[in-house]
């Protein structure tokens, strides 16, 4: 049973570039969510995807947008790149249900350095 | 917007000693989760609590949720290098009665056990 899977585990990009960054979630999960963490802090939610569509968005800039799949796999794109963008970017799945208590398991992330 | 402190941010301790993580916020959460994340990989769930007062116990690790449902700690009992990595603590504070899983984190704490 695959859990969550991310690609690529690195890139390197330059300022004023576009980055994609992929996942797939865990094998019955239909919900994904992104996090950016900077070097020795708490991961930052991005925003959320289920059924194909942006649920909820934390305090991230439109460079920052994404996109689910109809199979639930996602994606995050962030345009014209800034230093401040280099960190781990996180994905999470999880299955959508009312209330709070399913555990979101995560990838090991893309590393996204910006020179 | 609801934060989460997470203290010590650091701690270093001598293999065999006990010690306390804490995460407290303002708001009440739905629930509250513990990750565990190592160098170059995602954050790995411990443990989910969801009732004020709850206590979970995983091997020397002991997870408590405050009556009040606005703090939780995490004891470690007895240390060993293997416990060296960083120890996050995630709420999720309920939005109308539904959620979508969105997770608030804490900074982390960087444990290092020295044997």
């Known amino acids: 049973d695959a859990g969550v899977t991310q690609s690529p585990t690195h890139l390197i990009k330059t300022r004023g570039q576009q980055v994609t960054l992929r996942c797939s979630p865990k094998?019955?999960?239909?919900?994904v969510s992104w996090y950016q963490q900077a070097l020795g802090q708490g991961p930052q939610f991005i925003f959320q995807y289920y059924e194909e569509e942006e649920r909820q968005r934390g305090n991230f800039p439109d460079r920052f947008s994404g996109h689910q799949f109809p199979n639930y796999s996602s994606e995050l794109n962030v345009n014209a790149l800034l230093l401040g963008d280099s960190a781990l970017y996180l994905c999470?799945?999880?299955?959508?249900?009312?209330?709070?208590?399913?555990?979101?398991?995560f990838g090991d992330g893309t590393r996204l350095s910006i020179l | 917007t609801q934060l989460l402190e997470q203290s010590p941010q650091f701690l270093s301790i001598q293999e065999g000693e006990n010690l306390t993580v804490y995460c407290n916020s303002s708001s009440v959460f739905s629930s509250l989760q513990w990750y565990r994340q190592e160098p170059g990989e995602g954050p790995v769930l411990l443990v989910t609590v969801v009732t004020g007062g709850e206590v979970k116990k995983l091997k020397r690790l002991t997870f408590q949720f405050g009556d009040a449902r606005k703090d939780s700690s995490l004891h470690i009992t007895a240390a060993q290098p293997g416990d060296t990595g960083l120890y996050l603590c995630?709420?999720?504070?309920?939005?109308?009665?539904?959620?979508?899983?969105?997770?608030?984190f804490g900074q982390g704490t960087i444990l290092t056990v020295h044997p």
């Open positions: 094998s019955g999960h239909d919900t």
């Open positions: 995630a709420a999720a504070f309920n939005a109308g009665g539904t959620s979508y899983g969105k997770l608030t």
């Open positions: 999470a799945s999880s299955r959508f249900e009312t209330g709070n208590s399913q555990p979101q398991h």
